[in-house]
């Protein structure tokens, strides 16, 4: 099998693996979540890199149309909230060449360090559009009459914050017990950012 097509189909398999972890009932309130499919996105994107992670992301995104998954109140509202938010989730991979480098010079520290940038890099990426979306569409719903910008802050911040934290966690904790699910069997570790 070629190489760029055993990428794409690891890449879709996480992107329907995220987004059925997107669906077990983690909000709380009306607009507080974890969002579990940030953990299996953020480990693929330090496995392979930032554009194989952006179109797996985008995937997850894209997903949510079939399922019905997809809160709507325009459409510029949708299309930030699921293609562009989800997508961006697929900057975790711009640490991925420095945590493969750390793991093979046997640098848990360093890898550590590296992975905990990567999950808040992406959900960072992603919670930002999820904020903006918050400010301009949802912020007449916000709760007791709170300043729009104020009430997406805390709630997309506080969201990002958990999933970024938990996620940050868990692919810590792989790389500690399977390092080797972040150095491709195939070989294909990242090199360059613009490959």
């Known amino acids: 099998m070629h190489n760029k097509t055993r990428i794409m189909i690891e890449g879709t398999i996480v992107a329907a693996l995220a987004f059925m972890l997107s669906l077990i009932p983690t909000t709380i309130g009306s607009s507080f979540t974890l969002s579990l499919g940030m953990i299996p996105m953020t480990l693929f994107a330090l496995r392979r890199g930032v554009k194989p992670a952006l179109l797996s992301a985008f995937i997850w995104g894209i997903l949510h149309f079939p399922a019905g998954d997809v809160y709507f109140l325009s459409v510029i509202q949708v299309l930030i909230e699921y293609p562009i938010a989800f997508t961006f989730a697929g900057f975790a991979g711009l640490y991925a060449k420095k945590v493969q480098q750390a793991l093979l010079a046997e640098d848990t ?5 590296n992975i905990i940038l990567g999950a808040f890099a992406g959900t960072g990426a992603r919670f930002f559009w999820h904020f903006i979306a918050g400010v301009v569409f ?4 916000a709760l007791w009459g709170m300043n729009p910008w104020i009430f997406s802050f805390i709630m997309n911040g506080v969201s990002g914050l958990v999933t970024a934290i938990v996620t940050a966690i868990v692919a810590v904790l792989v790389a500690e017990k399977v390092p080797q699910l972040y150095l491709p069997k195939d070989g ?8």
């Open 109 to 113: 520290k360093g890898a550590r360090k």
């Open 138 to 141: 949802w912020g007449s719903y």
């Open 188 to 195: 294909i570790l990242v090199r360059k950012q613009s490959e």
